[in-house]
């Protein structure tokens, strides 16, 4: 696909000195792309540079033959966009402030605006309260209709930053959906801590954590990376920190009064573990803790 | 009550943190320096301090009120932020209990704003501390004044606004609200008082309800004279403690309600009582996959129009669904329900409800400045809207370019501005319509008025809003500098900036006369405009290149944007809106600079000065005294020139001759070709100072005549500052010749000899610029002042006037012919009777109502439509004419002209020539039918006018203290004789209970006896009522006696010229020696009487008489120059009343009335209803309403 977003040397500094981003370089073909990476690593400010809301102090960003950062203009009217945190106009009708925005997208002809708000609020399952003043919506609720925002004119870069926080299980699973289905034929990318929400939809991820990517993958190969090398057992809880001190912990899980350890080793690390199948989880938590990254300063994985 | 204190330190250290806190401080800071410096000007201009204790005061209470924007800002913000920024949920689920959280903000609030206001204090102890200020304005400091200052005003005023804007935004849960109810709190000050006060007159009433206070000081300080200003504090009296008190409570009331009603949970959409309910359903898990339909995007013109169209909408929709909007319609049906009162004229009396007068009213300075309020207000909301709702990150990835926002949103603005017009127009038809005037409504006129001239105005103050929002990007700090500025606008001219160039917005007012429409200023209005709309279009660039767009809102980051937007086509924008400011910024100062002499006011007193310095040595040079005038005025109505072709006959009355004749020309003609009937030259020729001096070849001697010819010509060239002059215009053109005031526009004719009447007056401009001091007025002793002729002098005047051939030229005198020639009408008017040198001459298009009094005739020259009147003005002509012929002397003309001119606005300008009297459009409209009380208005004021016809022109009083008691006085006096004669004691009595309530507004109680006034309360309230008391008391004709012998003796063509020594003289001579304290008490001294009756108690005593016994209180009291009064013994007699249930008097009698408590019985004729002392007010008593009571009956006779 030639539509592809070209992320080059980016760098960002805020005037109290964090770093929000440093030399990030990617490439995100179309498709489903998640950006994986705990609070404040610089996800959002990353996303809304993407979302010509903030500029770089260095690099660049194209989307296909755009340049993001020069060419604002143009690639609004590709992109669709749903922040992490927002808010609504309180006293306005679902299906009226859908309109305006849809009016605002460009779409100008008065039947097919119509056609798209309805099919937007009936994907969003908004359409029984689209009459309903937005200000007496629920959490969820309002995330949908922002995504039902993001979504009218059909954008071909989509940006959502963390939707999933605020949705329940059924609608986080529907939103997925949707995401996926969009990312047939646009670039999406999907920022977000919730390592599931990558491993099961996107088809090529990124880690980042301080401003820097540390890993750069898709995820199926990225945890096949990983076959044979995670360990798990289940120990007391005052084993703990010997555990810590002598292995790489992956992650640890209580599990009925006990503790279930999982370490990374190339080999076994001592006959009380049994292997175990590697899973996104287990690639996240190597790559923030660095093991993953022993190979490499960046990794590119099956690339 | 440690969690109240934990929430309040939270709330005060995150607003003290905040950088609109300091930028505030500091706002109120250079407020108060502003404020401090105008008054400095205006204080060393009438010389009191501008530190007084009172200044202190007015400037805190006015800076109190200006804080009300912020307080709205800081307490809306107090009372929201939890919800705005959405940590309510977490906050109302902490173990915080309600009562704790409201007060803890509220106090911290609170504490912000009392904490910002010490700011005032500061200031104005700054202020004293500047360099280079005069020492004469600086009064000694008062510390307590300080303190009074705070803490009788600031901050109960505070703690109110807190109080209420809190509550306000507590219970709506928006900001925004607070913001109105700011509006509200600011503007009740000025409606009580002026509405419950100046226009009720319920003035204790007026007092107490305004929440901030301003009533009672202003009235304090309209009361004080220079003296009090510099030495009192501001009494802690009960006006003041009441109102302070009563405001307190309903703060506490308020907030009592607030914690009532604010419901201590998540805030659910909508308001209270119509929650929408929305059902949370679970969304089905089946995915069904993707089914939106593609739409076609387009990204066009046609679109862009589109895009404006919905954010304009969409934005107007918000702006006119906000509270704060609601202010307009409440307006407009507040104008609706008081407009009656609004559009009354003097004396309450109802005025006309032309659409003239009611679009003035509706474009006039309190909405005006209510709608500025407004825009500022919006402009922040729709900057702002997208941010508020956190919903920028959304609106501002869609495709829509910044400036389309931009656009879009001050359309909003326009079309709310718009609306408002449309109601405010719907609101003034509706007056008309109300009031009987629909068939004058003129909608042309309205829609000219309010989408003319003031929706424009209205918009390039949006456009100035607009520009500080963005720049600025924080909305509270912008509301308020938006505010400031605009309130920095108004008060310019006092700050010394005059120039309507400097002043953004500034354009010479409109004008609207029935007669002339809306005149000359059209042009000026428009070129001033066009320069200020370049402006605005720069300013518009400005927002575009500056629009927050994103989240980059760093200075350096935002320039950059700003550059990057600067393309080709802002950079056209921009130039063309500098080519609008250069060349019609250009053109209008050729006109007003070039074309024109500008000068500012300080430029203005200067050159009174210089030529005072120049010139005033010639003062007292003896010069000849003008005795006959022959004029030819030819006006050219529709080119607003005129020329004038003059001659003065002058009469060397002095004993010394006379070799050089000084001229003293009019600044606003060219005046030429001044030759003598004998050889003469120029030795002086001082242009700029209008000053001329001529020798003559041979000396006149003592009474030998001399004649000066001279030209004046009047052609305006392009407009200035002020806009273009209109004293010659379409129709309606009219100038004057006043001999006791050399300056004025209207005034061409050259004076003779240096004229005091041009020197600057006011002792502190004199002592600024260095001149001597001098006495405003000479004492009444002042024997050389008593005999000074100039000025008064009497005349012949010969007058042609040559105007166009459908106008009608006017002057004082006998017409003795009028001619057309070459298409023009001449008329040739030549007085048939010595008149004063004051006079004026008119051209309009007039209908002429003509009438016969005896062998006078009597003409009434009136634009065609304004009838209404003529009647009643023809009546109290006729009426006074018998009244003053019969009582005092013969009228000495055989014509009397009544004349209207063209005017704006409610004065009613009435002036008396002799022979002449003039009345502006607003008299001739008054609507005495519809005055619910009855009182004849235009025969009244007319009768003082004819009075004027006697005291004045016959009796011409001598120009030192108390000479307006001579004419003002005197004149009221006997239109009072008029009225009773021809309407009746009742409708007499009803005037002056109307007159009297004039009393009890705010005005100086500091005074000089009647005797030596020059105030203007005093000859037209307090100098009637004197006169009418002794009338009262010795008698009509008795009172008449004495002013005919005035008449009499003083011939006004002898010096020296009567004084209220001579009045004072001749009514002690009619006056028996028993009445003789009396009038003392009424004109040599000050004297308030206070007379109670407390009870009235009557019992049957046979033959259908009763007994009535009175229980009355009765006080005396003298005042003095301080304001002081104190009590002092009272041996009076007073007269005593008893009235049937019919109203019919049954007894009055003179009782000999001392202080203190004191019972009086007395035999009546008949069963009385009412009874007590001085029951017509004769005597000056502020509690007039205590006089007399109902009278109480015994059952049985005495026993």
Same mark, same amino acid.
């Given at each position: ?303 | ?45 009438? *010389?009191? =301090?501008?530190? %007084?204790?009172? #200044? !202190?005061? +007015? ?8 804080? $009300? @924007? ?33 007060? *803890?903000? =509220?106090?911290? %609030?609170?504490? #912000? !704003?009392? +904490? ?8 104005? $102890? @700054? ?42 935004? !507590? ?1029």
């Amino acid at each position: 696909m030639s539509f592809e977003l070209r992320i080059e040397h980016l760098s960002k500094t805020y005037p109290n000195g964090v770093k929000a981003l440093q030399d990030v370089s990617l490439t995100i073909p179309g498709g489903m792309f998640g950006l994986l990476g705990p609070n404040g690593a610089g996800k959002s400010t990353l996303m809304r540079m993407l979302a010509t809301l903030q500029e770089p102090d260095e690099g660049t960003i194209r989307l296909g033959e755009l340049d993001i950062v020069r060419q604002k203009e143009a690639v609004r009217e590709t992109l669709g966009y749903l922040p992490q945190d927002f808010g609504v106009y309180r006293n306005v009708a679902a299906d009226k402030l859908l309109e305006h925005f849809a009016i605002l997208e460009g779409i100008t002809h008065r039947g097919e605006r119509k056609a798209v708000v309805e099919a937007l609020l009936r994907q969003t399952n908004l359409w029984e309260v689209r009459k309903q003043k937005l200000g007496g919506y629920s959490g969820g609720m309002r995330q949908r209709f922002g995504i039902a925002i993001a979504l009218l004119g059909n954008p071909k870069l989509l940006i959502v930053d963390e939707p999933t926080a605020g949705l329940d299980p059924a609608e986080r699973v529907r939103f997925l959906n949707l995401l996926s289905e969009l990312g047939e034929n646009s670039v999406v990318i999907l920022s977000t801590h919730i390592v599931e929400d990558v491993s099961e939809l996107c088809t090529r991820m990124a880690i980042i954590n301080k401003g820097r990517i540390l890993l750069e993958a898709e995820p199926l190969p990225a945890v096949a990376e990983m076959q044979g090398r995670v360990w798990e057992r289940v120990v007391a809880r005052e084993e703990l920190p010997a555990i810590e001190r002598d292995y790489d912990l992956l992650s640890t899980k209580l599990l009925s009064g006990r503790t279930l350890v999982r370490v990374c080793s190339d080999s076994q690390p001592s006959p009380a573990f049994h292997a175990v199948e590697p899973d996104l989880q287990d690639v996240y938590f190597s790559v923030m803790n660095g093991h993953y990254a022993r190979r490499g300063n960046v990794l590119q994985v099956a690339r | 009550m440690t969690k109240t204190w934990e929430v309040f330190r939270f709330e005060l250290g995150f607003q003290m943190s905040r950088v609109s806190t300091r930028i505030y401080f500091a706002l109120f800071l250079s407020l108060a320096l502003l404020m401090s410096f105008a008054i400095y000007m205006d204080a060393r201009h009438d *010389g009191y =301090f501008f530190n %007084a204790p009172i #200044v !202190t005061s +007015l400037i805190t209470i006015i800076t109190s009120m200006v804080s $009300l @924007l912020v307080t709205s800002g800081v307490a809306g913000d107090a009372a929201t932020r939890d919800g705005q920024v959405r940590i309510d949920s977490l906050l109302y689920t902490t173990p915080l209990r309600k009562a704790s959280y409201l007060a *803890g903000r =509220f106090l911290g %609030a609170f504490a #912000v !704003t009392a +904490l910002l206001l010490l700011a005032v204090p500061l200031g104005l $102890l @700054l202020a004293t501390r500047v360099p280079g200020i005069d020492p004469a304005a600086l009064g000694p400091l008062h510390v307590e004044a300080y303190l009074t200052s705070y803490f009788l005003f600031a901050l109960p005023n505070a703690f109110l606004a807190t109080a209420v804007l809190f509550s306000l935004a !507590t219970i709506s849960r928006s900001a925004v609200t607070a913001y109105a109810g700011a509006a509200v709190l600011f503007f009740s000050a000025f409606i009580t008082e002026g509405f419950i006060g100046a226009k009720l007159g319920k003035w204790g009433l007026a007092k107490l309800l305004d929440p901030l206070g301003y009533t009672p000081l202003h009235a304090l300080w309209m009361s004080f004279n220079t003296l009090q200003k510099n030495t009192l504090l501001i009494p802690l009296d009960q006006t003041l403690l009441s109102n302070r008190l009563l405001w307190i409570g309903v703060a506490i009331a308020v907030l009592a309600i607030a914690h009532l009603r604010f419901r201590f949970a998540y805030a659910t959409g909508g308001r209270t009582w119509r929650r929408t309910a929305v059902s949370e359903e679970t969304p089905a898990i089946r995915w069904t996959g993707l089914t939106i339909p593609a739409a076609r995007r387009v990204f066009g013109p046609a679109t862009r129009l589109r895009q404006m169209r919905a954010v304009a909408m969409r934005s107007f929709r918000e702006l006119v669904m906000s509270k704060a909007w609601l202010l307009v319609p409440l307006t407009a049906i507040l104008f609706v329900s008081t407009a009656a009162e609004v559009l009354e004229v003097e004396l309450g009396t109802p005025g006309a409800a032309t659409t003239a007068r009611v679009a003035e009213v509706l474009a006039a300075g309190e909405l005006a400045r209510m709608i500025a309020i407004l825009i500022a207000i919006s402009a922040g909301e729709l900057v702002w809207r997208e941010r508020d709702a956190r919903m920028n990150a959304i609106a501002d990835v869609t495709p829509v370019p910044e400036w389309l926002s931009f656009l879009g949103k001050f359309l909003a603005l326009g079309l709310m501005l718009a609306l408002t017009e449309a109601i405010f127009l719907a609101s003034g038809v509706g007056v008309q319509w109300m009031m009987g005037f629909a068939p004058l409504v003129d909608l042309g006129l309205y829609v000219k008025t309010l989408f003319g001239f003031q929706l424009i105005g209205f918009l390039l103050f949006a456009a100035l809003a607009m520009v500080i929002h963005v720049l600025v990007n924080q909305k509270y700090v912008a509301n308020v500098l938006a505010i400031l500025a605009y309130v920095a606008l108004q008060m310019a001219r006092e700050l010394g900036v005059e120039h309507n160039l400097l002043l953004y917005g500034g354009a010479p007012e409109w004008t609207y006369s029935q007669m002339n429409g809306f005149g000359p200023q059209l042009t000026a209005w428009g070129w001033f405009t066009f320069y200020w709309s370049g402006w605005a279009l720069l300013f518009g660039v400005v927002t575009y290149l500056f629009w927050m767009r994103g989240e980059e809102r760093g200075l350096r980051t935002r320039l950059a944007f700003a550059r990057r937007r600067l393309t080709r086509g802002p950079a056209a924008a921009g130039a063309l809106a500098l080519a609008i400011i250069a060349g019609a910024g250009g053109f209008v100062f050729y006109n007003t600079n070039v074309l024109n002499r500008y000068s500012t006011d300080a430029e203005q007193e200067e050159w009174r000065a210089e030529y005072e310095r120049r010139y005033g040595r010639y003062a007292s040079l003896p010069q000849p005294l003008l005795a006959a005038t022959k004029l030819r005025v030819d006006f050219q109505p529709q080119r607003g020139s005129a020329e004038i072709r003059g001659s003065y006959r002058l009469e060397n009355r002095s004993n010394t001759a006379i070799d050089t004749i000084h001229l003293v020309t009019s600044p606003s003609v060219e005046t030429s070709g001044v030759t003598f009937d004998r050889p003469s030259r120029v030795t002086l020729h001082d242009q700029d100072f209008a000053y001329r001096i001529y020798s003559l070849g041979k000396p006149i001697q003592p009474g030998e005549s001399v004649h000066v010819n001279f030209a004046v010509r009047h052609a305006p060239r392009g407009f200035t500052n002020r806009g273009r002059s209109d004293a010659v215009v379409g129709n309606g053109s009219w100038i004057q010749h006043r001999a006791e005031q050399a300056h004025g526009a209207r005034q061409w004719l050259p004076f003779v000899g240096y004229q005091t009447s041009r020197e600057l007056s006011n002792p502190g401009a004199r002592r600024k610029l260095g001149l001597r001091e001098r006495k405003d007025i000479p004492p009444l002793e002042d024997v050389a002042a008593r005999s000074d002729p100039r000025g008064r002098e009497k005349i012949a005047l010969e007058t042609i006037i040559g105007t166009d051939a459908e106008q009608t030229g006017v002057a004082p005198g006998e017409l003795r012919r009028t001619w057309s020639e070459n298409g023009r009408r001449y008329f040739h008017y030549i007085t048939d009777a010595p008149i004063t040198n004051s006079y004026a001459i008119y051209s309009a298009r007039y209908a002429v109502q003509r009438a016969k009094w005896r062998d006078v005739d009597i003409e009434i020259l009136h634009h065609p439509a304004h009838t209404r009147n003529l009647g009643r003005m023809l009546q109290s002509v006729r009426a006074s004419l018998d009244y003053h012929t019969r009582h005092y002397s013969p009228y000495p003309h055989r014509q009397l002209r009544l004349v209207e001119y063209p005017s704006t606005g409610r004065g009613l300008g009435l002036t008396s020539f002799p022979g002449l009297i003039e009345y502006s459009e607003a008299f001739a409209l008054v609507r005495p039918e519809d005055d619910a009380r009855k009182i004849d208005f235009p025969f009244a004021v007319m009768g003082h006018e004819m009075g004027h016809q006697w005291w004045g022109h016959q009796l011409m009083p001598a120009l030192v203290e108390g000479a307006p008691v001579l004419s003002e006085s005197l004149a009221w006096y006997s239109a009072m004789m008029v009225i009773e004669e021809t309407h009746g004691r009742e409708h007499l009595m009803r005037l002056v209970d109307i007159m009297r309530s004039e009393f009890l507004a705010p005005h100086m109680t500091a005074e000089v006896p009647l005797m030596r006034t020059f105030d203007r309360f005093d000859a037209y309230r307090v100098g009637p009522f004197a006169m009418y008391a002794m009338r009262e008391s010795v008698g009509e004709e008795q009172v008449n006696a004495a002013l005919r012998t005035m008449l009499a003796k003083y011939d006004p063509a002898r010096t020296p010229f009567p004084t209220t020594l001579d009045l004072y003289r001749e009514l002690r001579a009619v006056t028996p020696p028993a009445k003789h304290a009396l009038l003392k008490d009424l004109f040599e001294e000050i004297t308030f009487w206070n007379l109670r009756t407390k009870k009235a108690h009557a019992r049957p005593a046979g033959n259908g008489t009763y007994r009535l016994t009175l229980e009355i209180d009765a006080e005396k009291l003298k005042g003095n120059a301080l304001g002081r009064e104190r009590p002092v013994p009272m041996h009076d007699t007073i007269v005593v009343a008893a009235f049937d249930a019919a109203g019919k008097t049954i007894y009055r009698q003179e009782h000999p009335i001392r202080s203190g408590a004191q019972t009086i019985t007395i035999t009546v004729p008949g069963a009385p209803a009412r009874a007590g002392l001085d029951p017509d007010h004769a005597l000056l008593d502020r509690r007039p309403e205590d006089n007399d009571v109902a009278t109480g009956f015994s059952p049985s006779p005495a026993g």
